[in-house]
Nanobody, 124 residues
Framework: QVQLVESGGGLVQAGGSLRLSCAAS??????MGWFRQAPGKEREFVIA????????RIAGSVEGRFTISRDSAKNTVYLQMNNLKPEDTAVYYC???????????????????WGQGNQVPVSS
């Protein structure tokens, strides 16, 4: 049974930092990434990483502030968010793709498995 278990969310002030973790189990995952969905908006791509860590895709809105890392031995991916802004407020979802591929998707349809979501409110 495949599971993606997220942790680390919570209220943070603007300018602060937060780290989300996503522990995956039940399969071998290639691309892993993070998406977010703000109230009333569609789910949007944030950042993703290949299995080897050699390829990282990142949304322009978070470039320079968010980073992603991966511990393949633990099947865990991390999202480090720095200099958070109120517009970063959203539910953050971890996603994983079990297909062997050199492509790191930025579209939600490129991912098969999803975490439960983690609320990240950023206060001004």
């Amino acid at each position: 049974q495949v599971q993606l278990v997220e942790s680390g969310g919570g209220l943070v002030q603007a300018g602060g930092s937060l780290r989300l973790s996503c522990a995956a189990s039940g399969s071998t995952f290639y691309a892993m990434g993070w998406f977010r969905q703000a109230p009333g908006k569609e789910r949007e791509f944030v950042i993703a990483i290949s299995r080897s860590g050699s390829v990282i895709r990142i949304a322009g809105s978070v470039e320079g502030r968010f980073t992603i890392s991966r511990d393949s031995a633990k099947n865990t991916v991390y999202l480090q968010m720095n200099n958070l802004k109120p517009e970063d407020t959203a539910v953050y979802y971890c996603a994983a793709d079990p297909r062997v591929s050199l492509v790191v998707p930025t579209n939600p349809i490129g991912y098969t498995y999803w975490g439960q979501g983690n609320q990240v409110p950023v206060s001004s």
